[in-house]
């Protein structure tokens, strides 16, 4: 069992829909989450950012964390076509600056 | 400063050769970190530095694979003996240690993108 489990899609929903992304992971001891956006051909670029469990709404991107299901998602409101990229769940054990683990990524597309 | 760039952004090698790859991170940033993603999948770390110092080193950095940060500046990354399950892209990323910033994390590069015939 890989330590991040992504569905990797591809997701096809119509413009202005809600999106709503999830991952689950096995080991407790990480308690900073994060997605990261990924268009093609480019480099990560991080979206949303929490610490241990709860709620963080930024614009249209909601994240949330759930550490006793050990499971995380990340909702889309008002989707656009410009949201169309590979969405990467993400976590670490001691903070920002430790490794990274990330998810395998769930492409999503928003149909105009 | 613009960001973590990249050199060269793709790279064409036949297998069994050397290819290093180049990684400037934004300024003052001192730690810095090398990822691996290939197709469908997401970053997998290699390893980080810390100024010059290498902090750790994933398993998947095998015996032909080193990075090196001489002055706590750039770094680069080398793979001898280029095998075909070595092509992907590889990503580098730095940061501030304990920059108190809400927002600061680990910044990504563009990527080189590897390519063993």
């Known amino acids: 069992q890989k330590e991040v489990e992504q569905d990797p899609g591809p997701l096809s929903v119509p413009e202005g829909a809600i999106v709503s992304l999830n991952c689950t992971y096995s080991n407790s001891a990480f308690q900073y989450f994060m997605w990261y956006r990924q268009y093609s051909r480019k480099g990560p670029e991080l979206l949303m950012y929490t610490y241990s469990s709860g709620n963080k709404e930024d614009g249209r991107f909601t994240a949330q964390v759930d550490k006793s299901s050990k499971y995380i998602s990340l909702f889309i409101r008002d989707s656009q076509p410009s949201d169309s990229a590979t969405y990467l769940c993400?976590?670490?054990?001691?903070?920002?600056?430790?490794?990274?683990?990330f998810g395998k990524g769930t492409r999503l597309h928003i149909l105009p | 400063d613009t960001g973590v760039s990249q050199d060269p952004r793709h790279k064409i090698t036949k297998r069994g050769q050397n290819v290093t790859f180049r990684c400037d991170p934004i300024?003052?940033?001192?730690?810095l970190y090398w990822y691996r993603q290939t197709l469908g999948q997401g970053p997998e770390f290699l390893t980080y530095?810390?100024?010059?110092?290498?902090?750790?080193k994933s398993r998947l950095l095998s015996d032909r694979f080193s990075a090196e940060r001489p002055k706590g500046s750039f770094s680069t990354l080398e793979i001898q003996r280029t095998e075909q399950g070595d092509s992907a892209m590889y990503l580098c990323a730095s940061s501030l240690t304990w920059s108190g910033r809400e927002t600061d994390t680990q910044y990504f590069g563009p990527g080189t993108r590897l390519t063993v015939l």
């Open positions: 300024s003052e940033h001192n730690r």
């Open positions: 530095f810390q100024n010059e110092a290498q902090l750790e």
């Open positions: 993400a976590m670490t054990v001691t903070g920002r600056d430790d490794k990274i683990i």
